[in-house]
């Protein structure tokens, strides 16, 4: 768990794979970025790539819309012989390695067969990722550039209409991300907002001025010491959602975390401090104290409420400042 963010915790909000294009094109090529590349230790990585992205109003050259596009058809590609290697059982020998002959030899090849169910093997994982991506395709029209492309003939679309129109699609699948994810906020947070009203009348739940919530499950010893923000702690903790979904867990892991309380999100830092070495606590953080409206991880969507029971076992105190020297 490191600044604001439980490093245990990611996985980091998935990255829409509608994202793939302009993922390829802000490693492959320049761009004005109005944000430096992950500061956070658990961004959401879809708002960080709008913020990397800018207003779109930067040049964006037609090279680069086709190297996106390109690398695409060239991540298919590869996947899909990637995922026909693995059906078949079959692996690359490593280098230097000699490679074995086969016993017998491999039976003759019906080319034009072959060639016709690669053809169609490869239209239906191209399909399949723009049906998951959620992409507007119009397929006669891809059909038809697609034939323009291979037949060698002149396309209908200026190199300069083509970079208009990537640009355009950008911007308004851009706008689509955005709309949905404001909606999966407002909804969540009203889910939050249920929850938190509820779980603050349970048996032996305490709210504190911020919002956090906290139960006690266990008491260690009465004089057992207490963490300070700039203290170093050794934790177990598990990690659940409203639903019951578990995004992360040390006692699954078996193995406790160590952080600097202050490294934290805020729910986790508050907390950590009214805790005593050898107590357990039951935390439910609003999500405030947690990721608010950017979500975290594969399972931690924005406007979430997240549910701990943690375990402080140790603490380590930070080092004493050393004193200024005398002139």
């Known amino acids: 768990m490191t600044n604001g963010a439980v ?27 109005g944000h430096a590349r992950r500061t956070e230790s658990l961004p959401c990585r879809e708002l960080n790539m709008l913020k990397q992205l800018g207003p779109l109003g930067h040049s964006i050259s037609v090279c680069r819309s086709a190297v996106v596009c390109s690398s695409l058809l060239s991540m298919l590609f590869v996947a899909s012989v990637a995922r026909a290697d693995d059906a078949a059982g079959t692996k690359t020998p490593p280098a230097g390695a000699a490679e074995e002959k086969p016993a017998v030899e491999p039976a003759p090849v019906d080319i034009e067969k072959l060639n016709k169910d690669f053809s169609y093997a490869f239209g239906i994982n191209l399909g399949g990722n723009m049906k998951a991506q959620d992409v507007p395709l119009d397929v006669e029209s891809f059909v038809e550039g697609l034939k323009t492309a291979l037949a060698g003939k002149e396309s209908r679309l200026s190199e300069e209409d083509i970079q208009k129109v990537m640009v355009a699609f950008q911007q308004q699948m851009q706008l689509r991300i955005i709309a949905k994810m404001k909606v999966e906020a407002e909804a969540a947070k009203k889910v939050a907002d249920e929850h938190l009203a509820k779980n603050a009348k349970a048996e032996g739940v305490v709210t504190t001025k911020s919002g956090l919530q906290y139960r006690v499950f266990k ?64 935390l439910t953080i609003p999500p405030d104290l947690a990721y608010g409206e950017r979500g975290a991880g594969e399972d931690i969507g924005p406007n979430e409420v997240l549910i701990f029971e943690v375990e402080l076992l140790s603490i380590k105190a930070a080092p004493a400042a050393t004193p200024a020297p005398k002139e």
Not at 238 to 262: C, Y
């Open 219 to 282: 008491k260690g010893e009465a004089n057992a010491p207490m963490p300070k923000a700039t203290d170093t702690v050794s934790v177990h903790y598990h990690g659940t959602l409203v639903d019951g979904t578990v995004f992360d867990s040390s006692i699954e892991r078996k193995m406790p975390a160590t952080f600097a309380v202050n490294q934290v999100i805020p729910g986790w830092t508050e907390a950590l401090q009214l805790m005593r070495v050898g107590d357990k606590f039951e």
């Open 7 to 33: 490093d245990s915790l990611s996985g980091e909000k998935r990255l829409d794979s509608l994202f793939v294009w302009w993922t390829i094109g802000v490693h492959l090529l320049p761009f004005k970025p």
